[in-house]
């Protein structure tokens, strides 16, 4: 049986300072039609954020993943897919802009971040 390797454009990477001072990379992925916003890299892939491969727009072929689920102090269960070996297959300088469907969880996401970013 083979293996699937999902295609993904990232919309968005932020940095988070986790506990320890570990940095984490949060992402905003779509396959064109959904939208997560709950994916991160394990910390083998931020080589590709640090040297500028992997930006808004670029184009990913997920080799491995794995979803954990996570608990947050509200005892609310949320789950989260960690990325583990992906393949840059078109750079961001070649597609400038958002492919696929946009829909309301992206313009959702888009307010959280302006107000995230205005509260700091």
């Known amino acids: 049986m083979k293996k ?22 949060r992402l905003l992925i779509s396959d064109g039609q ?7 890299f ?3 892939l931020h080589s590709l954020i640090l040297s500028v491969e992997l930006t808004e727009f670029a184009i990913v ?8 689920k996570l608990t947050d102090l509200s005892e609310e ?15 961001c300088n070649v597609v400038s802009s958002k492919i696929g469907v ?5 313009i959702i996401y888009a307010i959280q971040l302006q107000i995230e970013y205005l509260l700091q």
Request: aromatic letters at 8%; hydrophobic letters at 50%.
């Open 4 to 25: 699937s390797e999902p295609v993904f454009q990232i919309f968005g990477v932020r940095k988070i300072i986790a506990v320890g001072a570990n940095v984490k990379f």
């Open 34 to 40: 959904n939208l997560n916003s709950f994916a991160m």
């Open 61 to 68: 072929k997920i080799k491995h993943h794995f979803i954990s």
């Open 42 to 44: 394990t910390s083998q």
């Open 77 to 91: 269960k949320d789950q989260v897919m960690i990325l583990k070996n992906l393949v840059v297959t078109i750079p």
């Open 102 to 106: 946009l829909n309301q969880l992206l």
